[in-house]
DNA sequence: CACTAAACGGAGGAGATTCCTCCACTTGAT
DNA sequence: ATCAAGTGGAGGAATCTCCTCCGTTTAGTG
């Protein structure tokens, strides 16, 4: 928090590592719902300790994945530097759904706004107006079917995230096959056009303020 | 359970519907999580009244989910009547993605052998032939993608589920908007083969096995 | 080395939750 | 009118999770 305080001694300082690395790693496995006391073992310290350095799982949450949607927000301006319309798209939606089927804790992040706080909800408000512009050239290019919305993104990471957690134990790569399929429905010519419109921004943050994870 | 047992009183019969029309209800909006004293509550009925009735979850869910169940198997027989190889199969899977977008439960128990009992295991068995029998076709007649394979259903079925659950409270049509992504991408010709092997069934099963629900 | 502030561990209390039993009371059927 | 069948819901047992507290240990300093 305030910058201004003395370096912890090298113990702490380990000790803090420790527990961000356990926490990261429940996180990823098991989603956000892990308990403080879950990480203390994980990490090899004493529950105490996790609570004297972590006012509670927010603060935990918040320094793990500022980082991480920050990533994914790079990932789409980075994206935009291959000149290839539908590459760029299916490059970074393909990366995006990986991260996310790798890290239970990461998608509920990104999908929810009850997560994090200050940091990681900066974060979140740089990815929009970065897909947007991914997505307007791509189609632009008449590379993606016209009514693909931005707002749709979200849900497929979404799905695929899904199948990652329902598939994955048994197959680690099978979400990457629905994935296919979802990019093959994305390209033009469209056979047939969406039954339903896309949500508004307003709408979206509805979903995501509402949304209490898996 | 043995079906030689005298008639429940007038006033216990009712009481029963009560119960599992609260229990439908309430599976169908949470999941199957809910505690029995809720569906009491709901039903407006004592605890002690659901655990004469029903000796634990499990019961209520085989009595409710067989007929769910066999539903959807009769579903895909009954597409099987239509002859057109593409509508057939894309119906087919649309009325089963509402089915699951509507209960929460009833995915569950689709997904999960850890749900139910023996009526409903014996549903689920029919269900895969069903299914491959209605894709076969669609394939043979050269309207789906050939590597597509039934043990995908499912899966297609979780995703929109999902969305539903996300989207849902905010707008209930949304999940169709993903189910027509993916039905484009299931149409011949495939702009690119899928990146991943399908589950085997066995894989299936052990990814059934091993699935608690969200 | 000796000293002390900082850090540590983890037992255990408080508060929720869920499951399910039990029994005094009510009611349907004959 | 009788009574077996049925009812409601208080409350005990078993878990969980959160988080504090304090006796003990340790890193850093002169």
New binding site residues.
């Given amino acids: 928090m305030s910058s201004d305080t003395r370096p912890?001694?090298?113990?702490?300082e380990r000790?803090r590592r420790r527990i961000l690395d356990a926490a990261k790693d429940l996180f990823a496995e098991q989603g956000l719902e892990v308990?403080?006391?879950d990480i203390a073992r994980r990490a090899?310290?004493?529950?105490?300790?996790v609570?004297?350095?972590f006012a509670?799982?927010e603060a935990l949450v918040d320094e793990l994945f500022e980082e991480r949607m920050g990533q994914i927000a790079d990932l789409a301006v980075e994206a935009y530097a291959d000149p290839d319309p539908w590459n760029s798209f299916a490059t970074f939606l393909t990366r995006v759904c990986a991260e996310q089927a790798n890290d239970r804790g990461l998608r509920t992040v990104a999908l929810s706004t009850a997560h994090g706080t200050d940091r990681v909800a900066r974060a979140r408000k740089r990815i929009l107006p970065a897909v947007t512009a991914l997505l307007e050239r791509a189609q632009a290019a008449g590379a993606v079917r016209p009514d693909l919305s931005p707002s749709d993104v979200p849900l497929i990471a979404l799905t695929t995230a899904t199948v990652s957690d329902y598939t994955g134990p048994v197959s680690g790569e099978t979400w990457r096959r629905i994935l296919g399929i979802v990019l093959d429905g994305l390209r033009t010519p469209a056979p047939s056009p969406l039954p339903a419109p896309a949500l508004t921004i307003d709408q979206v943050e509805r979903v995501m303020h509402a949304w209490e994870a898996p």
Wanted: charged share 30%; aromatic share 4%.
């Fill in positions: 912890l001694r090298a113990d702490a000790n308990t403080l006391d090899g310290v004493g529950v105490g300790t609570y004297r350095r509670n799982r």
